[in-house]
């Protein structure tokens, strides 16, 4: 059985450590529930993995062996994004590199002029979540979603990313104006974890 303390995160998003950390906190396994931060062990300079598939369950695969390969350890890789119905999708799997080095207010400003003319405002962050361990050569893949719509306006300064114009549905108010209990929750970054301890407790890993 492996201890969760052993698991290190396959990214580079410290947004994305918090929040994992914040909802395993929330769930009872095995012990202690702390997935690391590669880059606090080890010292790598520019890491950076070519996420060239067309899906969040390739994009994710891809990273865990990367990261997995590099650290040589069992990792959790996660791999997500907004996606816009009336935008056919879009931002989706380039929600990280769209107007890259601009920040989220400017992009988000620039899809809301995309969506200026639209009717459907329906959207939905997914998040692709891969386990892998390089010495068993173990790999399992899940994703979930969270649907929601995107706001007229950037509402909010909780979470990160396109959190401050994304409205779950239910609520009124954005990611960005919930507290991160609320988002940790119902997000997609929850769910797919949650999932993937699932995976992990059925297969006897966990
Ligand atoms: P790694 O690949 O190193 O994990 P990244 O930030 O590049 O880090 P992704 O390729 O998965 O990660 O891109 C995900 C992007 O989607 C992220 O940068 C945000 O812009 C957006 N995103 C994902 N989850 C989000 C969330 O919970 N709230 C807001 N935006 C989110």
Known sequence: MKKMDEIYLASS??????????????IEINGSINLKYIFDEIEVGDF?????????VENSIIKALAYG???????????????????DGFPGINSARFMKGESYTKKMESILSLLKNKEDRS??????????????????????????????????????GYDPF?????????????PKESKNLISHRAKAIKKLLILLKSAKIL
Not at 48 to 56: A, N, S, W
Not at 153 to 159: H, K, L, Q, S, Y
């Open 13 to 26: 998003n410290k947004n994305k450590v918090r929040e994992i950390n914040e909802i395993l906190e929330n």
């Open 123 to 160: 959207a939905f962050f997914a998040c692709a979540a891969t386990y892998y361990d390089p010495e068993k050569n173990i790999l399992l893949s899940c994703q979930a979603e969270v649907y929601g719509k995107i706001a007229y306006e950037v509402r909010g300064n909780n979470g990160f």
């Open 69 to 87: 390969k590099l650290i040589n350890k069992p990792v959790i890789s996660d791999d997500s994004g907004l996606s816009i119905v009336a935008l």
């Open 48 to 56: 950076d993995v070519d996420e060239c598939g067309e899906t969040f």
């Open 166 to 178: 994304f409205i779950p549905s239910g609520y009124n108010k954005t990611f960005g104006e919930l």
